[in-house]
């Protein structure tokens, strides 16, 4: 399970970078919005399931709340889950 959490998270925060940094700008300054259309569904489906995965393996983690917190909010900021590869999940 943390190895599926592993690869969800890195993906989850791919698709999180090329919609801000390539499917947005598209979308505002080139009047083109076929990357967000294209890249937010899989986005959100990663989202959930790094959320979903985040909360499963918790306790396997021993993951105290404040730690649990900062997983999940990193979800939200660009480049936040590679930071959670790297410190929370390079041990395991």
Request: aromatic share 14%; glycine share 8%.
């Amino acid at each position: 399970m943390i190895n599926i959490f592993k690869i969800t998270s890195f993906l989850e925060g791919v698709s999180y970078i090329l919609l801000l940094m390539v499917g947005v700008p598209l979308k505002y300054f080139g009047n083109n919005d076929i990357l967000v259309k294209s890249l937010g569904m899989p986005h959100g489906m990663l989202f959930l399931a790094y959320v979903v995965l985040a909360l499963l393996i918790r306790s396997q983690m021993k993951w105290d709340g404040k730690t649990t917190f900062i997983v999940l909010i990193a979800s939200l900021l660009p480049f936040g889950t590679f930071y959670v590869n790297h410190k929370y999940l390079k041990a395991n």
